[in-house]
Every structure is written in structure tokens, then in C-alpha cells.
């Protein structure tokens, strides 16, 4: 069976590309990291747990047991439960011993 080359290229201008090409421009936002003064990284501004909405991390690997880590939302939620839950960094849970086998 032969095969038909196909072209994709729309060199006739219509109302669906147009429209197509104007929400692709508002929904893709410019990626702002570079490599010249904004790296994207761990240790990157927006990354950083630094009191605002955007970073989780605190640029340390596998730094999970920090009370700092996560978005200012992140860590007022964490305070507030700690106050609600019977365990916390000084009773720490399981607070029973483990058997061991």
C-alpha cells in the first residue's frame, strides 16, 4: 500500500489557529529561570522556604524534618495542628517501645 505524505503546515490563515495561538500565549507563561542570574535550582529564590507563598524547600537534600520547609500557608497549617495533635517534636510518635524480634 502506498503512503501519502502528509503536510501539517497551515499556511492558510484561519479563525481556530488564531484562536488556538492567542490562548496558547496567555496559558504558557515565560519560563524566567536562565542560566546567566536565575538558575533553576533548589537553592533558587523561588524555591526557598523564605516566608512566602512560592518555595517549599530549604535547599538541603532530603531536609523533610524541618520546621521551616514549606510556604508561609504551609507552616501556619503546621503549627496550628501541632496544637490540636497529643504528638509533637518532644512526644514523638509511636510513643510506645517497640518489640524487636
Sequence with gaps: MEQLPVDLSQNIPNALTAIADQERSRLIPRNDYNGVGNPY?????????????????????????????????????????????????????????IPTV
Excluded: M
Design 41 to 97: 535550582s533548589a537553592t533558587n529564590q523561588d524555591a526557598l522556604a523564605d516566608g512566602d507563598s512560592l518555595g517549599r524547600g530549604t535547599g538541603v537534600f532530603l531536609d523533610v524534618y524541618n520546621s521551616a520547609a514549606g510556604t508561609i500557608e504551609d507552616v501556619t497549617e503546621r503549627r496550628r495542628e501541632i496544637v490540636i495533635n497529643k504528638f509533637n517534636i518532644d512526644r514523638k510518635y509511636p510513643n510506645f517501645p
